[in-house]
């Protein structure tokens, strides 16, 4: 009934079993004793001996010395030896250990373990020969067992303990593995962040080109017609009607150098604010049209390769608390995806469009629509991994998509899906909540716990 049997301590088991035994059997000396590896010996683990009032571990048993008490172990359940001293089992010890230690009588049980005699425990009265009953030797037997159990519960407490050091090394493994993947994601968003951004630099300076030129032009006619208007008037031939053809020609050209200067102005500034919004990532609330607007606008030196324009239907007024520049970031991949993808031959009627309406009880719907050739079945479900692309040797990386997937899921706290059917175009939906999840606290010196798994896209 003791805890001690069971609680993985065993020596204070042992003990608790030789006490027992001692008091049990009214025994002066009782022992354990257990087979080396080599099962060719037997040590003491403990031996109590409550006449003396002494303990000892020192002795070591051989079986060269003993081979018929090892032999008895072997096969018997129990060695009763009346007389120990004639017994076939145990009159080897006679002269060694019997006879210096006054010991007359011999009771010992073979310890078991996982159906293995591994030692013994051995009760030894002195001064005279004693007869064991069969009560004396179900009892020893008993306590031998209780010695096994008192290993197994050991050995079960070490197993325990190795286990948890085992998960606790898993856990940190996971952590470190984990924290080496976030950095490698977040990473791998800066650089396609910076890529991005890059892109819509040429973009835009090419773009800014067209208006520039025209604006440049605009005041060479500007000068030309000042230069005409100084010679007329310097050679005293200036009539009312070249007068006006002058003027007209000013009209014209200051028309065109304001719109032109105008359009180039825009361009400019629409690129710096998303630039700035990319770059400076805070959460707060956003007015979604302007946003966008903006975005389109930086984008359609991408998307005008596709088509004319990218139409943007948002409800007016419509705000969400997220986190702009990651939203940008999620629209840019979604829309080059579909520029680069989408038709991979021009066509006239080709199509792109973004859509944004309000969700009930909160949150926005974003889609991003193609009518090009769509996705097959069979690669719809590995469009978000890394690194799967479909045209790896045309310089996609099959990062785009999975970036987008991985800052919706996890930065702006929503769900990005795939709507598509062969030859019918694509859809890629993103559902956003009213408000994004607040920015994760700063990494502090405790080791982080698991996290999150891999994550999705193409590109």
Sequence with gaps: MSPLIDGGADDAAIRLVLNSLCEGLNVARGGVWFLDEARNALRCRLLVDRQAGTESDATVLHRQDYPAYFEALQHERAIPAHNARTDPSTREFTAGYLEPLNIHAMLDVPIRHHGAMIGVVCAEHLGAPRTWSDDDI?????????????????????????????????????????????????????????????????????????????????????????????????????????????????????????????????????????????????????????????????????????????????????????????????????????????????????????????????????AVRDNGVGIDPSLQRRVFEPFFTTRRGDGGSGLGLSIAYNLVSQRLGGRLSLDSQPGQGACFRVRLPAVAPAPAPPPSDQRAGPSDGAMPVQG
């Design 138 to 366: 179900a009892f020893a037997g008993s306590l031998g067992d209780l010695v096994g159990r008192a290993l197994n519960a050991r050995e079960q407490r070490d197993t325990q303990v190795a286990l948890a050091c085992l998960n606790q090394e898993l856990e940190d493994r996971v952590a470190r593995r984990t924290a080496e993947v976030v950095a490698l994601r977040d990473q791998l968003v800066e650089t396609d962040k910076m890529a991005a951004l890059g892109g819509l630099v040429a973009g835009v300076a090419h773009e800014i080109n067209t208006p520039l030129g025209v604006s440049v032009t605009a005041a060479s006619v500007l000068r030309e017609v000042h230069a005409q208007f100084g010679a007329a008037l310097a050679a005293g031939q200036l009539r009312r009607s070249h007068l006006q053809a002058l003027l007209r020609q000013q009209e014209q050209a200051i028309d065109l150098l304001e719109g032109n200067l105008r359009r180039a102005a825009t361009l400019v500034e629409s690129f710096k604010q998303t630039a700035v919004d990319q770059c400076t990532d805070p959460l707060e609330l956003v007015d979604l049209e302007p946003l966008l607007s903006r975005t389109l606008m930086s984008l359609n030196p991408l998307t005008k390769a596709v088509c004319e324009a990218v139409p943007l239907s948002v409800p007016a007024g419509l705000s969400l608390r997220t986190y702009p520049g990651s939203l940008i970031q999620v629209v840019t991949n979604l829309l080059t995806n579909a520029a680069r993808h989408a038709f991979p031959t021009p066509r006239p009627d080709a199509q792109l469009s973004v859509t944004v309406e309000a969700i009930p009880g909160g949150g926005a719907e974003l």
